[in-house]
Structure formats: structure tokens, C-alpha cells
């Protein structure tokens, strides 16, 4: 099944997202997540260097929030 007609606007919205992400990481390396030249261990740290990424999106976005707070 290729339709996306049963799910909501919110999950087509992210499905999209994800394959936008695929396909730029294609581009970029020339490989998917179906390649096998990476350990288990070079999987973690991947996934870490991403958490920490994204703690330090958190942390702006709550500075800001907070600077817009403090403004009104």
C-alpha cells in the first residue's frame, strides 16, 4: 500500500521528512543505513554526536524562549 490517504497531515508531514533525510544523506555519502561498513560501535557514536546535537537545539531554543519571556 503507497497511499498516505489514511494517515493524518502530521505523519505525512513526517514520513516526508524522513525520506527528504535519506535522500540527502544519499547525496551526501553515497550510501544508505543498509550499508555494513560500520561497527556497532561506530553506530553508537553516531547516534551520540546526534543527541548531543540535538541537547544543544534544546538549550537555544529554550534561551530564546526564556529572552522572549523576559522582553514582554
Known sequence: MDSNE??????????NKYKDRANTGFNKYNTTLDRDDLTELEWLNNLQDELMDASLYVQKLKQII???????
Do not use: G, I, T
Not at 6 to 15: E, G, K, L
Open 6 to 15: 489514511h494517515y493524518d497531515s502530521v505523519v505525512n508531514a513526517v514520513v
Open 66 to 72: 526564556e529572552k522572549r519571556k523576559q522582553s514582554l
